[in-house]
């Protein structure tokens, strides 16, 4: 590994997986800047030497295949790829390609300084001078087409595939005439001679004819990442011919890098119920681990002084009439009184303009512990690409095939909260529940070469009703704890006191022990004197004047404690 290599994965806090593609991609590099056709070949047939799976580029350009499990931390790869080229090859134009509007909004959010998974957090080069983000939505900005670069300054550039795709008038716009540059957009990308496509989840453009488009930019390098490197054909998969490193779902298992997943049941769980009970069945016994899980996570925020992780549940419907259903009943009072009539989302296709975007929006801030869904009814819209880490359960209520359903549904909940397994099963579980699939799904895990864990439902006890002991000036005040979890089928108690109220009452209860450690009218008996009210009141006020601690930034998500390891940022 080169010291170049070395540092950036140090900076990055790069997984193993991570890391070694780093390090294939520097001893590969020099094979990929070919001079001619006839070169290329030469140098292809010696990086086939190095690289077995690369057999061929399978493209116009020269372009490389990293295959990494799902969940292992495709994004970061992304900025790791781009911090070493410029450092250590000085390129400076990178084009991000996403392969629909989900994964393109999340991106952005990725790429873009001072969010919760900015790519480049750590690196010293871009602590201060930020890469320029260039997006489908602004490439026609003005003070974006300042080309006269510093020498520090590199450009990335996020397009959604849909703006290269023929029959959509995304592409003619694109190759429009541009005053400010003198020539298009496409043209002005394509006229660079150090482009490097980033291609997320490549397995979506082959084959595709929007791809016919992104050849005619003739970048430099692409490089591909994906957890599924194949296409199904009409005699079945066909695997890629460029894979220059291959990290599968097993081994990312073996190695605890994912949460550890789980196939759930009832031990006489009756087969021949009607479908409608079946699927109601289903659904509440996904609520109940739902609501387990809910609980353990505040349990383990609080012990470990963590951030509390607030889960969901993944419900997958066969169409939009089926999700339609599904909602109406989750959303109505008979189930579990209604509390989930204002927690529960439906994403599908079908979904346009303003309702559209409004889901998508509810997607990427599912994390928050301040966005109030909990469940998300999905029909094939959510299979890849949407990097939650927060997803525990899974609920099935489609026909479909089970390796498919092993490969691609649990792929959406698999990342770890803390970027590493706690030791707590609850937080450390994804669980499906399987009730009549149960074996098939099984079986479909062996054949992929790793196992589920099995878990009775009986098992599963109620959520665990958490008891904080206070002081008695805290119960006085109010300070109470109001549990984030509500018992199952209750609706969620609101708390006595407002934000400012609390926030008035907390100040109170700091202000009297600062006085109690300086000798100062410590007991209850003389906070009656009016003096000392006075007194209180005054310093309470100031207090509450400079305070800011009560921001959302105290809601995101840090690495949990683990004795001699390192946590690991922006999975």
Request: aromatic share 8%; charged share 25%; hydrophobic share 40%.
């Amino acid at each position: 590994m080169s010291s170049r290599v070395r540092e950036i994965v140090t900076s990055l806090s790069l997984r193993a997986p991570q890391a070694e593609s780093l390090r294939i991609l520097d001893e590969a590099f020099s094979a990929l800047r070919p001079a001619d056709a006839e070169e290329l070949a030469a140098k292809l047939a010696r990086l086939r030497e190095k690289l077995s799976g690369v057999e061929d580029f399978e493209r116009a350009f020269p372009s490389l295949c990293f295959a990494l499990a799902t969940g292992v931390g495709k994004t970061r790869l992304m900025g790791a790829f781009i911090a070493y080229l410029f450092l250590e090859h000085d390129l400076r134009n990178f084009f991000v390609l996403a392969p629909n509007l989900t994964i393109y909004k999340k991106l952005i959010a990725d790429f873009t300084p001072g969010t919760p998974k900015y790519v480049f957090r750590g690196l010293e080069c871009f602590a201060t001078n930020y890469p320029r983000l260039i997006t489908g939505d602004n490439y026609e900005d003005r003070p974006l087409h300042d080309l006269e670069l510093i020498s520090t300054d590199i450009v990335v550039n996020v397009f959604n595939i849909s703006k290269f795709n023929a029959r959509a008038g995304d592409i003619r716009k694109m190759r429009r005439l541009s005053e400010i540059l003198g020539e298009s957009y496409f043209d002005y990308l394509a006229g660079l001679p150090d482009l490097v496509i980033l291609m997320d989840e490549a397995h979506r453009y082959r084959g595709d004819a929007s791809m016919k488009a992104i050849e005619e930019l003739k970048p430099l390098l692409g490089l591909e990442l994906t957890a599924t490197p194949q296409i199904e054909g009409a005699k079945g998969a066909v695997r890629f011919k460029n894979i220059a490193f291959d990290y599968p779902l097993h081994q990312a298992m073996h190695d605890k890098l994912v949460k550890e997943p789980a196939v759930a049941t009832r031990e006489n769980f009756d087969r021949g119920m009607l479908d409608i009970h079946l699927e109601h069945l289903k659904l509440a016994d996904g609520v109940r681990v739902h609501e387990h899980t809910k609980a353990q996570l505040e349990i383990y925020g609080r012990q470990h002084g963590v951030p509390v992780v607030k889960p969901f549940m993944l419900v997958i419907a066969s169409d939009t009439a089926h999700a339609d259903r599904i909602v109406s009943h989750i959303a109505s009072d008979d189930f579990y009184r209604g509390y989930y009539k204002n927690r529960v989302i439906q994403v599908h296709s079908g979904q346009k303009g303003a309702e559209r975007d409004e889901v998508v929006e509810r997607l990427l801030a599912v994390e928050n512990p301040l966005e109030p869904t909990e469940i998300v009814v999905h029909v094939n819209m959510l299979k890849e690409g949407w990097d939650v880490t927060n997803l525990f359960t899974i609920v099935p209520l489609r026909a479909a095939d089970s390796k498919t359903l092993v490969e691609q549904s649990i792929g959406r909940g698999l990342r770890l909260p803390y970027g590493q397994r706690v030791g707590v099963a609850a937080v450390d579980r994804l669980t499906i529940i399987a009730h009549e699939r149960f074996d098939d799904i099984v079986n479909a895990a062996k054949e992929q070469k790793f196992e589920f864990q099995r878990l009775q439902l009986e098992d599963v006890p109620p959520p665990a009703k958490l008891v904080t002991s206070v002081a008695t000036v805290e119960a006085i005040l109010g300070l109470t704890p109001v549990p984030s979890a509500p018992t199952l089928g209750q609706p969620a108690q609101a708390g006595a006191s407002s934000s400012g109220e609390s926030a008035s009452a907390r100040a109170t209860l700091e202000i009297l022990q600062s006085r109690g450690r300086q000798g100062a009218a410590p007991i209850l008996g003389s906070i009656t004197a009016p003096e000392t009210q006075l007194a209180i009141t005054a310093a309470v006020a100031q207090e509450l004047k400079k305070s800011t601690r009560y921001s959302r930034a105290a809601y995101e998500p840090r690495a949990a404690p683990a004795p001699g390891a390192r946590g690991h940022e922006g999975l």
